[in-house]
Nanobody
Framework: QVQVVESGGGLVQAGGSLRLSCAAS????????MGWYRQAPGKQRELVAT???????NYADSVQGRFTISRDNAKNTVSLQMDNLEPEDTAVYSC???????????????WGQGPQVTVSS
């Protein structure tokens, strides 16, 4: 099985910073992409940022320039540094890993439980 363990989140004022971390473990041959998604009350889950094993990043337009995603392939960890937070960033954030469990196997999504990020004005 694959486990995804997250840390971080909390309550901060607008303009503040938070750092989210995520670690995947278990039966893992390869992880192609890791990233973070978020879901605000009454809204659908949306992509925040992703990073491939080669270091290619993808950010939502709303967080571009404020959030930075990084990854340690050897440790199967990914972090999201969130700076200059805005009230609109308030959401439950979920870590995602696209995991390949064996050579030539398919990739599947593994999700963390999701920490809450709340930004006050």
């Amino acid at each position: 099985q694959v486990q995804v363990v997250e840390s971080g989140g909390g309550l901060v004022q607008a303009g503040g910073s938070l750092r989210l971390s995520c670690a995947a473990s278990g039966t893992i041959f390869n992880i192609h992409t890791m990233g973070w998604y978020r879901q605000a009350p009454g809204k659908q889950r949306e992509l925040v940022a992703t990073i491939t094993s080669d270091g290619i990043t993808n950010y939502a337009d709303s967080v571009q320039g404020r959030f930075t995603i990084s990854r340690d392939n050897a440790k199967n960890t990914v972090s999201l540094q969130m700076d200059n937070l805005e009230p609109e960033d308030t959401a439950v954030y979920s870590c995602n890993a696209k995991v390949q469990r064996r050579s030539y196997g398919r990739f599947f999504d593994s999700w963390g439980q999701g920490p809450q990020v709340t930004v006050s004005s």
